[in-house]
């Protein structure tokens, strides 16, 4: 795990010569790249959310399609669709911009939900279906969506389906004072992106999003995930919790996590600090709660004080050809035992 955390640690410093002072943030988008997933980016304008994605897809090498969700915006704009060509007499396929390794959504929440659905397939199955054919999606295949949250004149509320294909969500938020100064002297004369360089290869990243998935989860780190989110469904303020695909987030995102942190197990800790952005975005408060000013993030943070780590129904046994992975991912476990508000 050591080569995945160095190749990890030279992507995040690459990308934080353009965004700046944002160190858990860039991990928790590497984080959603090793696992396959896609991020939502949810903060007000000019924080540097479509930068984030352009250093990502600069510092991999990948192809990189910007797509401004707009209300007149149509499905097939996203998607491609057949054009006949006279010349041949044939119907010829040209794609749309979804068909691109790191794939920018500005201002999703902007697009009716007629070509937000568009988008379901493509992240879910990494496909999409034009006219009866099936299109592949390159690999590696990221969609990074952005969205304020403050303006809502013109918009339309992302439904919970679209919500759920999203494997994180994160906020920038403004830097600091330091940072800011920081961000003034860098763009100076030019902007950092200009001068960005790629750091990791296409096939070398395809390796490591499948190494990932061989970090070992102990079976009472399991049982600690699908506690938390079960929890999500019986909370008095949840009126929807999360779904089955949250606690799969969690188990991805950990093993991503374990992997950069140069683990090959994954502790409760690594759930802890992944918890809010796994999960907040999947819930739906109660009305009656939400006029209390209650939050999902804040859902999140009183079930991580609340929910035991341990748990004394749970079990498992040394699995073949891991028996130190089991040791130290139960003694992890036990540890935070002791001390569930960690």
Same mark, same amino acid.
């Given at each position: 795990?050591?080569?995945?955390?160095?190749?990890?640690?030279?992507?995040?410093?690459?990308?934080?010569?353009?965004?700046?002072?944002?160190?858990?943030?860039?991990?928790?988008?590497?984080?959603?790249?090793?696992?396959?997933?896609?991020?939502?980016?949810?903060?007000?304008?000019?924080?540097?959310?479509?930068?984030?994605?352009?250093?990502?897809?600069?510092?991999? !090498?990948?192809?990189?399609?910007?797509?401004?969700?707009?209300?007149?915006?149509?499905?097939?704009?996203?998607?491609?669709? @057949?054009?006949?060509?006279?010349?041949?007499?044939?119907?010829?396929?040209?794609?749309?911009?979804?068909?691109?390794?790191?794939?920018?959504?500005?201002?999703?929440?902007?697009?009716?939900?007629?070509?937000?659905?568009?988008?379901?397939?493509?992240?879910?199955?990494?496909?999409?279906?034009?006219?009866?054919?099936?299109?592949?999606?390159?690999?590696?295949?990221?969609?990074?969506?952005?969205?304020?949250?403050?303006?809502?004149?013109?918009?339309?509320?992302?439904?919970?389906? +679209?919500?759920?294909?999203?494997?994180?969500?994160?906020?920038? !938020?403004?830097? @600091?004072?330091?940072?800011?100064?920081?961000?003034?002297?860098?763009?100076?004369?030019?902007?950092?992106?200009?001068?960005?360089?790629?750091?990791?290869?296409?096939?070398?990243?395809?390796?490591?999003?499948?190494?990932?998935?061989?970090?070992?989860?102990?079976?009472?780190?399991?049982?600690?995930?699908?506690?938390?989110?079960?929890?999500?469904?019986?909370?008095?303020?949840?009126?929807?919790?999360?779904?089955?695909?949250?606690?799969?987030?969690?188990?991805?995102?950990? +093993?991503?996590?374990?992997?950069?942190?140069?683990?090959?197990?994954?502790?409760?800790?690594?759930?802890?600090?992944?918890?809010?952005?796994?999960?907040?975005?999947?819930?739906?408060?109660?009305?009656?709660?939400?006029?209390?000013?209650?939050?999902?993030?804040?859902?999140?943070?009183?079930?991580?004080?609340?929910?035991?780590?341990?748990?004394?129904?749970?079990?498992? !046994?040394?699995?073949?050809?891991?028996?130190?992975?089991?040791? +130290?991912?139960?003694?992890?476990?036990?540890?935070?035992?002791?001390?569930?508000?960690?």
């Amino acid at each position: 795990m050591t080569q995945i955390q160095d190749l990890g640690e030279k992507v995040a410093a690459n990308v934080e010569r353009v965004i700046i002072g944002k160190r858990q943030e860039v991990r928790l988008t590497l984080v959603a790249l090793l696992c396959r997933g896609h991020l939502l980016i949810e903060d007000v304008p000019g924080t540097g959310k479509t930068m984030l994605a352009k250093a990502v897809a600069r510092s991999l !090498g990948c192809s990189f399609r910007r797509i401004q969700f707009t209300p007149d915006l149509l499905p097939s704009d996203v998607t491609g669709l @057949s054009i006949y060509n006279q010349k041949t007499q044939e119907f010829e396929f040209r794609p749309g911009p979804i068909m691109a390794q790191v794939v920018l959504a500005d201002e999703i929440n902007r697009a009716t939900p007629k070509t937000q659905s568009a988008l379901l397939e493509c992240m879910e199955e990494h496909q999409a279906t034009i006219d009866g054919t099936t299109y592949q999606m390159p690999e590696p295949f990221l969609v990074i969506a952005t969205q304020n949250p403050i303006e809502y004149e013109g918009t339309f509320a992302l439904p919970e389906a +679209q919500l759920d294909r999203f494997m994180l969500r994160i906020r920038l !938020g403004y830097p @600091s004072q330091a940072d800011e100064q920081t961000i003034l002297d860098e763009q100076k004369i030019s902007h950092p992106l200009d001068d960005l360089k790629e750091v990791l290869d296409v096939s070398d990243l395809r390796e490591i999003q499948a190494a990932v998935r061989q970090v070992y989860v102990d079976p009472s780190v399991a049982d600690y995930i699908v506690r938390l989110v079960n929890a999500t469904r019986t909370h008095p303020d949840v009126y929807l919790g999360a779904s089955p695909r949250g606690s799969l987030a969690l188990y991805r995102t950990g +093993q991503a996590l374990a992997a950069l942190s140069d683990r090959d197990y994954v502790i409760p800790d690594d759930i802890k600090v992944l918890a809010e952005a796994a999960l907040a975005h999947r819930l739906i408060i109660k009305t009656s709660s939400s006029m209390h000013d209650i939050d999902p993030r804040l859902v999140i943070a009183e079930l991580l004080n609340t929910v035991p780590v341990d748990s004394s129904g749970s079990a498992g !046994g040394i699995r073949d050809g891991a028996p130190a992975r089991r040791s +130290q991912a139960g003694a992890a476990t036990r540890g935070a035992a002791g001390s569930p508000t960690r």
